[in-house]
């Protein structure tokens, strides 16, 4: 390349050098730095062939860029080396400082390796520094942290001479640079990369908050996001159309409010519980005009970043005709269709929640029931009798070890075990029913009790056959409205079947229940126009009283025996008004 002895051959090499290094700098993608490191190579370090071995993810090498032979470029740019072959290569021959040269007489083991390889012909050397054409020159490229990033392999140096200490120098420094260049353009191709994949990512994410937009803004049921945590948990923060227009109410005042807020006092229970992600509730949201509406809510949790706030995303659904359809298909199975009023089943219902399988207990003295007591202590089945506590009928047994009753009776301390009541009750001795009593006798006590009023129409049949069923609904409706309004609010009217009526009347004692009897069998003789023609029917009333311990069925019974019992007791004549 040049000789000790020439200094302005040096300075020419290293105005060369700096030119080509320079020129390293301004290549624009990792590719063309490549191929500058090359070409700097062939033209303007002296060798006519050069190519880049660069390291790829797994560890193999590739030729990466190729300069001085289009054939040879053609045949093995892109060929791979393994890591295993380049190892063994440079830890062979000679090192000389960064680099490694390995002469034809040791080269020739490496002719069958798998590392891409391009010789050309010639001679054998005739003086001892000249080049062989089987020579191998490599400048490994290493990172700043030290780890392999390629090999500059050369050959054919142009005069035909082994590199001096002043061409190594070169092609080292010039290495250490290829190097650095090849780094800052790796660099700026996995920034490019990543701008290029932010900017997607940042358009896919526009793309999803407008898709979001349109979805959340032009749903045609109602959206909201609200607040999760913190003082504001549950205040709206956004709704759509559809939800404004369900409520009557203009988004800017619908911020103000929670859904706890709008929802129907009834159902706040129902939407605290279901205040979480996935919660789902039927539940009634109040409207501008005072009304209420049925909806479906159905919550999502949506986080705004990875660590940011949470928001509560509810989608609300008009279920309004819904509910009605239900409602009117659960009032035709627990209601007349004729009268309106609560059938059979619905009655029996009724009836059996107010009644348990657990026979209410003689109220007794101190005495009596410490004889119970004593009695049931030597008979070992562990069971005392109930003490009752006056007309509401509370348990009266006292706890195990308990020296006294409960709700003001007197209680007394039985022997065995009490947690499981009578046979057939799963309640303990401290449940919360309360027991439903029966005076002891028609004569009125005091006792106040469940009355029920057995109504059987009388001469009804006759206006049936007469004037046809026409006239016997019609009939059937006025008798049912009569009855209706005759009685206080929260009692039932209900029609059992037929011309039979059923009344339940709480809180009565025998006189009043006779009394109301009266009231309602006098608001029944009155007669009842039907298609211009007036009709009578009369109404024989029997008086049972419901107690703990009796079923639906029992109770009914007990009531129309008392009705025929009192039906018989009058002539036909007073049966029937007219």
Request: glycine share 12%; proline share 4%; charged share 25%.
């Amino acid at each position: 390349m040049e000789t000790e002895s020439e200094p302005y051959v040096r300075l020419a090499t290293l105005r060369q050098l700096h030119q080509v290094v320079a020129e390293l700098n301004t290549a624009r993608s990792l590719a063309d730095t490549l191929q500058t490191v090359v070409d700097g190579i062939v033209r303007g370090l002296g060798y006519e062939l050069a190519c880049v071995n660069l390291v790829r993810p797994d560890g193999d090498l590739v030729v990466a860029a190729f300069a001085g032979d289009p054939a040879a470029e053609a045949l093995i740019t892109g060929r791979v080396g393994s890591r295993a072959a380049w190892e063994r290569r440079l830890t062979m021959g000679e090192g000389w400082d960064g680099l490694r040269f390995i002469p034809h007489t040791e080269g020739w083991v490496l002719l069958e390796d798998d590392v891409p390889q391009w010789h050309t012909e010639g001679p054998d050397p005739r003086f001892q520094d000249e080049w062989h054409p089987e020579d191998r020159l490599y400048a490994p490229m290493y990172a700043t942290g030290g780890e392999l990033l390629g090999v500059i392999s050369v050959d054919r140096p142009r005069n035909g001479r082994r590199p001096g200490a002043w061409g190594r120098e070169a092609l080292q420094m010039y290495a250490f640079q290829a190097a650095i260049a090849i780094s800052n353009a790796r660099l700026r191709a996995n920034m490019q990369r990543a701008l290029v994949r932010l900017e997607r990512e940042q358009q896919a994410l526009r793309a999803s908050e407008e898709s979001f937009r349109q979805a959340f803004e032009y749903a045609p049921s109602g959206m909201a996001i609200a607040e999760m945590g913190g003082d504001q948990h549950g205040r709206l923060l956004r709704t759509n159309d559809a939800l404004c227009r369900l409520l009557g109410r203009p988004a800017s005042v619908l911020r103000r409010y929670s859904f706890s807020d709008l929802v129907h006092p009834e159902d706040i229970g129902t939407l605290l519980r279901t205040s979480a992600e996935g919660g789902r509730a039927e539940l009634r949201l109040g409207r501008r005009d005072g009304t209420y509406v049925w909806v479906s809510l159905r919550n999502s949790v949506v986080a705004d970043a990875a660590d940011g706030p949470r928001f509560l995303l509810t989608h609300v659904e008009d279920i309004e005709e819904r509910k009605r359809h239900e409602l009117q298909l659960a009032h035709r199975a627990s209601h007349d269709s004729l009268t309106g009023l609560p059938n059979s089943a619905e009655l029996r219902a009724r009836l059996g929640a107010r009644l348990c399988r657990r026979p209410q207990s003689v109220r007794a003295g101190a005495v009596e029931a410490l004889d119970a007591a004593f009695e049931g202590r030597a008979e070992g089945t562990g069971a005392g009798a109930g003490v009752g506590t006056g007309e509401h009928g509370y348990d009266g047994f006292a706890a195990p070890g308990a020296a006294g009753g409960s709700g003001g009776g007197e209680g007394f301390e039985f022997p065995g075990d009490f947690s499981g009541g009578f046979p057939g009750q799963p309640e303990g001795p401290y449940d919360h029913h309360v027991h439903t009593v029966a005076p002891a006798s028609d004569i009125d006590d005091g006792t106040k009790g469940l009355a029920v009023l057995f109504c059987d129409l009388d001469g009804f049949k006759s206006i049936n056959d007469r004037f046809g069923h026409h006239t016997g609904d019609a009939v059937l409706i006025e008798v049912a409205r009569r009855l209706t309004t005759g009685v206080r609010d929260g009692d039932t009217v209900a029609r059992l079947g037929g011309d039979e009526f059923v009344v339940l009347a709480d809180g009565l004692g025998a006189a009043d229940a006779a009394d109301l009897a009266v009231r309602l069998r006098n608001a029944i003789i009155p007669p009842i126009r039907v298609d211009g023609r007036a009709v009578r029917v009369g109404a024989s009333f029997g008086i049972g009283w419901a107690s703990c311990g009796m079923s639906a069925d029992e109770v009914l019974r007990s009531a129309d025996q008392r009705m025929y019992i009192e039906k018989r007791s009058r002539s036909k004549a007073h049966r029937r008004a007219g």
